[in-house]
């Protein structure tokens, strides 16, 4: 059974069930009124079921390796679900918030919420597995044979434009100890828009890792964005577990429809300051410098 992340050590960015649902309408999580939730027939009518990963698993015996990862049947399954995602054209299910999709998908009938249903979609009751605004789409689809016990999943950004789709897979093989650890977010920088995919390990030690896509103009799809030294567009951080305010949550990156100039990791250390139950760690603040953050 997977061992989701607390709510107190939740980051802003991801692991917020009810942030990702307000995050269409520019809500807050502390607003004195939360919107109602309700399922409108035209969205119920513009709904797509999620595409299902359908292969052989084999005579793999042992689902957490990776050589599932590398399976003929796998990756013919992944050309036919890129493929069905490319159909994902329809004007109705573009123009329909990701969220108003999500509570017609969890409720599967239009109309507004009961309280408990409210709580069940609020809480984690409900996996998310749609994500964006009305050009770009992040969807996770399960994996049938990879990390079955934790969610093993797949993530592919959508990228609507002229009437077509451009399917990107940005994610493979993910999985976590902790439920709806992904999210999406985005930002405006140097005329390019930063598209921000951030996840997290759950477990009693987590750790969130965020990674940097933009659209290529030329071809449309998704390609990564180098915002750290290597070069790469990943970077990862411990989480706290005690996390008491905003200034101390790790990997605050896009803050505003904008990068941040600097932002805090947390990392591994036997000779850190930070005790965050038993497990030391030191911090650190990476600042942009005109080409990458250090």
Known sequence: ???????AAVTS???????????????????????????KQPVLAALKPMPELRYECGEQTNDSDEKVLKL?????????????????????????????????????????????????????????WLFGND???????????????????????????????????????????ADNSVNIAFAKFKGEEIIEVSTGTGGL???VTNHYFVID???????????FPGPTNKISSALLLDSTSRASEPLQIVRG????????????????????????LSRKILRWNGHVYR
């Open 1 to 7: 059974m997977r061992n989701p992340i607390t709510r």
């Open 13 to 39: 960015t991801l692991l917020v069930v009810a942030a990702i649902w307000l995050s269409d309408a520019d809500h807050s999580i502390g607003q004195q009124r939360r919107p109602a939730l309700n399922c």
């Open 72 to 128: 003929p049947a796998r990756l013919a399954a992944i050309k036919t679900v890129t493929s069905e995602l490319s159909s994902f054209s329809d004007a109705a299910w573009w123009a329909a918030a990701t969220t108003d999709l999500s509570v017609c998908d969890f409720t599967e009938k239009a109309g507004t919420l009961t309280a408990d249903e409210r709580q069940q979609f609020v809480d984690g009751e409900y996996l998310f």
């Open 135 to 177: 050009r770009i789409r992040l969807v996770l689809i399960p994996d049938p044979c990879y990390q079955t016990q934790y969610g093993g999943a797949n993530a592919f950004l959508l990228h609507r434009n002229g009437g077509r789709v451009f399917v990107t897979q940005v994610l493979n093989g993910y999985f976590s100890r």
């Open 205 to 207: 030690n987590p750790y």
């Open 217 to 227: 103009p030329r071809t449309n799809y998704a390609v990564p964005k180098n915002l």
């Open 257 to 280: 429809n904008t990068l941040s100039p600097n932002f805090v990791i947390y990392f591994d250390n036997a000779n850190g300051r930070i005790d965050d139950h038993g497990r030391l």
